[in-house]
């Protein structure tokens, strides 16, 4: 017998009215009690029905998500962690790729049907904000970087980030840090974010040397062909700094390939802290941002849009740790 609101309400201790209020988002509920009651409704397996508050709401019950590309394992990720959360708010989610091109962004902002969808949660890239002001996307919340003033945004501090991972390979005693990730060709608000941070800590360090290394994307082959151009133009290189983990993966194979040993010769850090990266033969140390906290708080802010909230949309960043592993321990261990 599928579950009820009256199951969740026992559960969690509440009233089947309290049930009601955080399925629908409403506001005046405490975060405890909204904890209390989403955590009991993943145990009891509730779905609310999404047919008879589409009746009652005259709203379809379906959300979009927008990624550049859900072959990076961040935005895989952090896509099953939103569907997830959708899901137990009653909400479908409808996913779509953008390949982070303006023209495929652009199209996507009025493709959208406002009948048929009832709010929009967009990992933009390259769009600009008269894309979004001359498009009728209804509720919309932005994922990342790409930032456009009057809009939600979710987003981890790139800077600071970047700085704190910089300031680890300098405490693992590395002096020449190599930064591998700079967009050639596209836009990347990410990769200069996070190159601000590592220039700035080596400022900081008082480390004059800096050198970042440009890739044609994000994926493997594109840390590992950015590292073996890298390793030919210079061999003094004793840490690198990746924009993502795939980038990280494929810097230490060409490193691997190259005779270099992690972290001894050569100590690295990639972003994202994606699951492959805690697996490989040497694991990658990694910045790891709170994505079910990410997930959650645009689930939350959309569903707040969608109900009517008009307040100025604005920057609601995420906390962040660093997932010290092998590939970056080169004093004192793992920590």
Do not use: W
């Not at 994307?217 to 073996?228: D, E, I, N, Q, W």
């Amino acid at each position: 017998m599928a579950a009820t609101q009256r199951d969740v309400a026992l559960r969690a201790g509440v009233s089947t009215r309290t049930v009601s209020n955080v399925v629908n988002d409403y506001e005046h509920i405490s975060e405890d009690v909204r904890r209390r009651v989403l955590a009991a409704i993943d145990e009891v397996g509730y779905r609310p029905n999404r047919a008879a508050r589409s009746l009652r709401t005259g709203r379809s019950g379906l959300i979009a998500l927008a990624f550049p590309e859900f072959d990076v394992g961040y935005f895989a990720e952090l896509a099953r962690l939103v569907v997830h959360e959708a899901e137990r708010r009653g909400y479908t989610v409808l996913v779509m790729q953008t390949l982070g091109e303006r023209g495929r962004e652009t199209a996507l902002l009025h493709r959208i049907d406002r009948q048929l969808v009832d709010g929009l949660l967009f990992s933009a890239s390259a769009c600009e904000p008269a894309d979004i002001e001359n498009s009728d996307t209804g509720p919309l919340v932005l994922l990342g970087e790409h930032d456009i003033p009057g809009i939600d945004r979710i987003a981890i501090d790139n800077v600071a980030a970047a700085r704190a991972a910089t300031r680890h390979l300098v405490d693992q005693g590395c002096r020449r840090i190599a930064f591998i990730g700079r967009a050639r060709d596209f836009r990347s608000d990410m990769a200069e974010q996070r190159i601000d941070g590592y220039t700035q800590e080596l400022a900081a360090a008082g480390l004059p040397f800096r050198q970042v290394v440009e890739v044609d994307g994000y994926h493997r082959a594109h840390g590992f062909a950015a590292v073996r151009s890298l390793l030919l133009e210079s061999s003094e290189i004793d840490g690198l700094l990746c924009a993502n983990d795939p980038v990280a993966l494929g810097a230490m194979h060409a490193l691997n390939e190259a005779g270099f040993r992690v972290p001894s010769d050569i100590a690295v850090v990639g972003f994202d802290d994606i699951d492959d990266s805690a697996y490989g033969l040497v694991p990658l140390t990694s910045v790891s941002p709170d994505k079910a906290r990410i997930a959650s708080l645009a689930v939350s802010r959309l569903i707040e849009r969608i109900g009517g909230v008009e307040e100025a949309g604005r920057l609601h960043l995420v906390g962040f740790e660093l997932a010290v592993r092998a590939s970056s321990s080169r004093v004192g261990g793992v920590g």
